[in-house]
């Protein structure tokens, strides 16, 4: 099945800073969803990014499909941006879901 | 606007002793649905998914069963609660991207 690997597994930053995280899976999506985890634990969707680059506000998103990639890079970080990032590579269809474990992000002041 | 409603919010309850967790979606009609699990610490994995009433796929074997009852409506629940299910249940919608409940925290001891 899907494989995803997430990395670095944990980022510091300071306020103000930029953050490359990086996404791999082992298999081929048709769907590759960026998510933030609050601490608190809920969940909610960054961007969705097939292939290409796509942009939303301090978030662009670069996916190159035939290489089972993606990033996500934040710019000029703020500590409201601490929690966790979460890659979800899905197939045709976009019902199996599934996630990687996540890059943890700490932005300090 | 489409809202999720999950609950109970928390709950503990003893090894052995029967679950039922539920899901509600207002304002979209035949949604898929689907619910994750998260151990404390974990990654989030997808246990189910639903495209229609009455037909729910399994994805992760972990003793725990869904159905759904209505259109607007998913429920997770077994006979027999282990310490392994434990952890944060999330429910979730989607159109192009997936939109998560609240979440119901469990710990079975």
């Known amino acids: 099945g899907q494989q995803v690997q997430q990395s670095p597994a944990s980022l510091v930053l300071q306020e103000g800073e930029n953050a490359e995280l990086q996404c791999n899976f082992s298999s081929t999506a048709t769907q590759l969803q960026w998510f933030y985890q609050s601490p608190g634990g809920s969940l909610v969707s960054l961007l969705s990014n097939p292939s290409g680059t796509k942009h939303t506000g301090r978030l662009t998103s670069t996916t190159v499909t035939k290489e089972r990639r993606s990033s996500l890079h934040i710019s000029s970080s703020q500590t409201t941006d601490s929690g966790t990032y979460l890659c979800a590579p899905s197939g045709t269809g976009g019902y199996k879901v599934v996630f990687g474990s996540g890059t943890r992000l700490l932005v300090s002041p | 606007a489409q809202t999720i409603h999950q609950w109970p919010v928390a709950e503990i309850k003893a090894v052995g002793s029967p679950l039922s967790l539920g899901c509600t979606i207002k304002g979209k009609s035949s949604p898929n649905l689907y619910w994750y699990w998260q151990a404390t610490g974990g990654t989030l994995q997808q246990l189910f998914y639903s495209i229609t009433v009455g037909q729910v796929e399994s994805v992760v074997q972990l003793n725990l069963s869904a159905s759904r009852p209505k259109d607007d409506q998913f429920i997770l629940s077994t006979e027999k609660l282990l310490l392994s299910h434990s952890g944060f249940y999330l429910c979730?919608?989607?159109?192009?991207?997936?939109?998560f409940g609240p979440g119901t925290r469990l710990l079975v001891l």
């Open positions: 979730a919608w989607s159109r192009d991207t997936q939109y």
